[in-house]
């Protein structure tokens, strides 16, 4: 053989591996991240899904002005999210209930009193009125409070309610007929005399207070982008784990939760379903994940802004990431302080009408 063979076929060797090895690093390179192996085993014992349901759209929108006729979004969190502890969670502590200032409520006066047991019976099968909550309350002879009839205590009044609004709109003339024939069904079996207010008042009530809402319903989102390899679901969970999210029962849903138990998540964190499920998850490439903030679901005292600001910054930092806006915009401080300000406005217009954010009567407007 001669040198000038031995030469090409070195030459052709040698470009044979470089190929190879070009072809093994784009492959790394373009291969979804992964875990780390020593926190692996603990980040899927912490992914399991619980016992909630919910999902997000990715999006950031703060809308004071929405188009008439339009309904309000749907809620992006179910409230039954999980604790982050492995300890069941307790139910949230209730706080009111029938409430005027969202609330029609229809007084039933009785002869004499009435037992939980009988109110029970004769509650309504579904607690609706069209896409509206109905509910009952009876006045405690011993306590003196209203509280949902409870078997073996005893009332000495009842009072029904229908709420004014919530996010699928206001309350109507037919969800008012509706909240009438129920009510009155409830009235006549423990033999009480009920007494409505008059329709037409209650449904213009209703009207404003749902214009009042859709103007300062605000759900705020982050879109996280990957700048150069993906990330697999167990690399996502990974880090978002360490910033304190759980997950929630739909794969590839995280939450933030508050710090007492039973009430909404401060913040939720979403990447694609199908990804989560496939059969090999650690080859699935996942390239953006939102972040989402329901306002008027999250105590204000929990700093609900500043957390989802810091979880942005912080994953697009481990993660090689950038953060924008649903349409690819990136979000620059500038823009983060104007929403922030913008926030602080729309946190004392709701504390003015007495619908501060994360209260019960927000929690349920904004529903």
């Given at each position: 053989?001669?040198?000038l063979t031995l030469a090409l076929a070195i030459l052709?060797?040698?470009?044979?591996?470089?190929?190879?090895?070009?072809?093994?690093?784009?492959?790394?390179?373009?291969?979804?991240?992964?875990?780390?192996?020593?926190?692996?085993?603990?980040?899927?014992?912490?992914?399991?899904?619980?016992?909630?349901?919910?999902?997000?759209?990715?999006?950031?929108?703060?809308?004071?002005?929405?188009?008439?006729?339009?309904?309000?979004?749907?809620?992006?969190?179910?409230?039954?999210?999980?604790?982050?502890?492995?300890?069941?969670?307790?139910?949230?502590?209730?706080?009111?209930?029938?409430?005027?200032?969202?609330?029609?409520?229809?007084?039933?006066?009785?002869?004499?009193?009435?037992?939980?047991?009988?109110?029970?019976?004769?509650?309504?099968?579904?607690?609706?009125?069209?896409?509206?909550?109905?509910?009952?309350?009876?006045?405690?002879?011993?306590?003196?409070?209203?509280?949902?009839?409870?078997?073996?205590?005893?009332?000495?009044?009842?009072?029904?309610?229908?709420?004014?609004?919530?996010?699928?709109?206001?309350?109507?003339?037919?969800?008012?007929?509706?909240?009438?024939?129920?009510?009155?069904?409830?009235?006549?079996?423990?033999?009480?005399?009920?007494?409505?207010?008059?329709?037409?008042?209650?449904?213009?009530?209703?009207?404003?207070?749902?214009?009042?809402?859709?103007?300062?319903?605000?759900?705020?989102?982050?879109?996280?982008?990957?700048?150069?390899?993906?990330?697999?679901?167990?690399?996502?969970?990974?880090?978002?784990?360490?910033?304190?999210?759980?997950?929630?029962?739909?794969?590839?849903?995280?939450?933030?939760?508050?710090?007492?138990?039973?009430?909404?998540?401060?913040?939720?964190?979403?990447?694609?379903?199908?990804?989560?499920?496939?059969?090999?998850?650690?080859?699935?490439?996942?390239?953006?994940?939102?972040?989402?903030?329901?306002?008027?679901?999250?105590?204000?005292?929990?700093?609900?802004?500043?957390?989802?600001?810091?979880?942005?910054?912080?994953?697009?930092?481990?993660?090689?990431?950038?953060?924008?806006?649903?349409?690819?915009?990136?979000?620059?401080?500038?823009?983060?302080?104007?929403?922030?300000?913008?926030?602080?406005?729309?946190?004392?217009?709701?504390?003015?009408?007495?619908?501060?954010?994360?209260?019960?009567?927000?929690?349920?407007?904004?529903?």
């Open positions: 053989m001669s040198n052709g060797g040698l470009v044979l591996a470089a190929v190879v090895a070009y072809n093994t690093l784009t492959s790394r390179r373009n291969a979804p991240r992964q875990p780390d192996a020593a926190d692996r085993d603990l980040s899927e014992a912490d992914h399991r899904p619980s016992s909630s349901s919910d999902g997000v759209e990715p999006m950031l929108h703060i809308d004071p002005h929405p188009t008439p006729g339009h309904e309000r979004h749907e809620p992006l969190f179910d409230p039954d999210l999980p604790a982050p502890s492995a300890s069941p969670v307790p139910a949230a502590e209730r706080r009111g209930g029938l409430d005027p200032l969202i609330d029609v409520i229809a007084p039933v006066s009785l002869d004499g009193l009435a037992s939980g047991d009988a109110a029970i019976a004769a509650m309504p099968p579904t607690r609706r009125a069209g896409s509206k909550p109905v509910a009952i309350e009876g006045l405690n002879e011993h306590t003196g409070q209203w509280e949902p009839p409870v078997p073996g205590q005893r009332y000495s009044a009842f009072q029904v309610g229908v709420q004014l609004a919530n996010r699928t709109g206001a309350l109507n003339e037919i969800e008012y007929s509706e909240f009438v024939v129920k009510a009155q069904a409830f009235a006549d079996a423990v033999n009480g005399a009920l007494e409505f207010p008059e329709m037409l008042d209650e449904v213009a009530r209703a009207r404003e207070l749902d214009q009042f809402a859709s103007a300062h319903d605000a759900q705020l989102g982050f879109v996280l982008r990957a700048l150069h390899a993906a990330w697999s679901p167990g690399y996502v969970q990974q880090n978002a784990a360490r910033l304190g999210f759980v997950a929630g029962i739909i794969p590839g849903r995280m939450v933030l939760p508050t710090s007492e138990a039973g009430l909404p998540p401060i913040l939720g964190l979403s990447f694609d379903t199908q990804a989560a499920l496939a059969d090999d998850p650690a080859q699935s490439a996942i390239r953006e994940l939102s972040l989402s903030l329901d306002v008027p679901q999250v105590d204000r005292a929990e700093q609900p802004f500043r957390r989802m600001r810091e979880a942005a910054a912080t994953l697009a930092r481990e993660m090689d990431g950038v953060v924008t806006d649903s349409d690819g915009q990136l979000l620059r401080e500038e823009t983060m302080d104007a929403i922030g300000a913008d926030l602080e406005q729309l946190y004392d217009t709701l504390e003015s009408r007495d619908l501060a954010a994360g209260s019960p009567l927000a929690r349920r407007l904004f529903s």
